[in-house]
T-cell receptor, first 110, second 114 residues
Framework: GENVEQHPSTLSVQEGDSAVIKCTYS??????FPWYKQELGKGPQLIID?????GEKKDQRIAVTLNKTAKHFSLHITETQPEDSAVYFC?????????FGTGTSLTVIP | DAMVIQNPRYQVTQFGKPVTLSCSQT?????MYWYQQKSSQAPKLLFH???????NEADTPDNFQSRRPNTSFCFLDIRSPGLGDAAMYLC?????????????FGDGTRLSIL
């Protein structure tokens, strides 16, 4: 469960457009996939999570999809707003700890 | 509001001078974690407590120690800080089932070494 690849590392979108961040993992035993948003000078805040028995979960403008066969999961943010600008981390769990992705710096241009 | 609180938010210490960072929680969670986060990197787990049981990560330097006197409080002690220990230190909590339960983070303590 140590390898979580996250892409892209930086992402700029126009306000109102959608943003998609993708993560791939290697441990087939992983069964929990949270997404965290970290604003400058603050700790990571959980924004959405998904478990392996579900393929998609949505919360207002945020959605996460999981493809267990392909071992990847994605964060989708629709109708982006400037306050969505932050660093986003995916993570996967299923062993003894979380393994975080390397982060995506999202900038929403007004 | 229930939360994870870290003090201080910013800490400056001298090279080699011991420093203690603190974390408190009102969530009554069994598990407390300490992470180190360097600039533009993901948080790196140093160790965690399940109640009073201490679990150290294999690659955590001996320079880093922790104490958990009760459910609500957890401390990170750096015995002889080096320049490479300058980082953001994050505390987090969760209910049991560490790797498949959400972790709740504090806002961190940014440590600078002179």
């Amino acid at each position: 469960g140590e390898n979580v690849e996250q892409h892209p590392s930086t992402l700029s979108v126009q306000e109102g457009d959608s943003a998609v961040i993708k993560c791939t993992y290697s441990d087939s035993a992983s069964n929990y996939f949270p997404w965290y948003k970290q604003e400058l000078g603050k700790g990571p805040q959980l924004i959405i999570d998904i478990r392996s028995n579900v393929g998609e979960k949505k919360d207002q403008r945020i959605a996460v999809t999981l493809n267990k066969t392909a071992k990847h999961f994605s964060l989708h943010i629709t109708e982006t707003q400037p306050e969505d600008s932050a660093v986003y981390f995916c993570a996967e769990g299923g062993g003894n700890q979380f393994y975080f992705g390397t982060g995506t710096s999202l900038t929403v241009i007004p | 509001d229930a939360m994870v609180i870290q003090n201080p938010r910013y800490q400056v210490t001298q090279f080699g001078k011991p420093v203690t960072l603190s974390c408190s929680q009102t969530l009554n969670h069994n598990v407390m974690y300490w992470y180190q986060q360097k600039s533009s990197q993901a948080p790196k787990l140093l160790f965690h407590y399940y109640d009073k049981d201490f679990n150290n990560e294999a690659d955590t330097p001996d320079n880093f120690q922790s104490r958990r006197p009760n459910t609500s409080f957890c401390f990170l002690d750096i015995r002889s800080p080096g320049l490479g220990d300058a980082a953001m230190y994050l505390c987090a909590t969760s209910i049991p089932g560490a790797s498949n339960q959400p972790q709740h983070f504090g806002d961190g303590t940014r440590l600078s070494i002179l």
